[in-house]
């Protein structure tokens, strides 16, 4: 049986040459291509956008933290020989 089998899988096949329309894909093919590459362009757009925000939102948080922050230790007269807020705190 294992001979039969190796004679059959070294067989050369018969050359055929395939239809030119089977093989490309044609119009369908880089129409579906493109849609898809837009697709991705846009997603990826969407992501980066969506990151800077909240990149800035961050920040605006950190600054307004720190304002409030200061402010609290303005209220509460603890406030270092520099001005520094945090300076009484070490």
């Known amino acids: ?12 096949s018969p050359a055929v040459t395939p239809d030119e329309s089977i093989v490309t894909p044609g119009p369908l093919g880089f129409a579906a291509i493109a849609f898809i590459a837009v697709a991705v362009f846009l997603l990826v757009w969407d992501m980066l956008r969506r990151i800077r925000r909240g990149r800035y939102r ?29 300076a009484s705190r070490r």
């Open 58 to 86: 961050e920040e605006v948080n950190a600054e307004l933290d720190a304002e409030e922050r200061a402010r609290d230790a303005a209220a509460t007269g603890d406030i270092g020989d520099d001005g520094d807020p945090s």
């Open 1 to 12: 049986m294992l001979p039969v089998i190796v004679a059959l899988a070294t067989t050369p």
